[in-house]
């Protein structure tokens, strides 16, 4: 019996799980991909390859999240566009929800909770103990 994760999805959320943040690139195109799919959006081609990300990207779109305090608070929900041109949705971590804007440059970490990793993003500026870039390992 095998271990490794069957299906292109399942071996994304298995990486993310081990800490590290991927997107796929396609070698008969050279577009980027995300999120992973069997097959080039772009192109058709088969079985994009699985890419570590060079991290870096900027907040495309943001709108805030409204909750009472005991249950967490405001927080941003973000779509970011990355460096190699793809977009996805998380949050920008260690800024107040109104300090969020288009534009901000980010730089993506994988946070690990209960064993499932996830993509957050830090401002560009923020202090580097505070932010682990994604293609570095497990952030708590």
Known sequence: MS?????IQAQHQQALDEG??????CGACGQ???????LCP???????????????G???????????AEQGGDYN???VELDEGVRLMSRVEGLAPAAVTVG???????VVNAGRGLVV????????SAATPATAGVAA
């Open 104 to 110: 901000l440059r980010v730089t993506a970490r994988v």
């Open 32 to 38: 980027h991909v995300y999120f992973p799919r069997e």
């Open 20 to 25: 590290r943040f991927l997107i796929q690139h």
């Open 58 to 68: 900027a907040v495309h779109a943001v709108t805030t999240i409204r909750r009472k």
């Open 121 to 128: 993003f830090d401002p560009v500026d923020a202090p580097a």
């Open 77 to 79: 929900l973000s779509l």
């Open 3 to 7: 271990t490794s994760p069957q299906g």
């Open 42 to 56: 772009h192109c058709g081609a088969l079985a994009p390859a699985l890419v570590a990300p060079a991290g870096g």
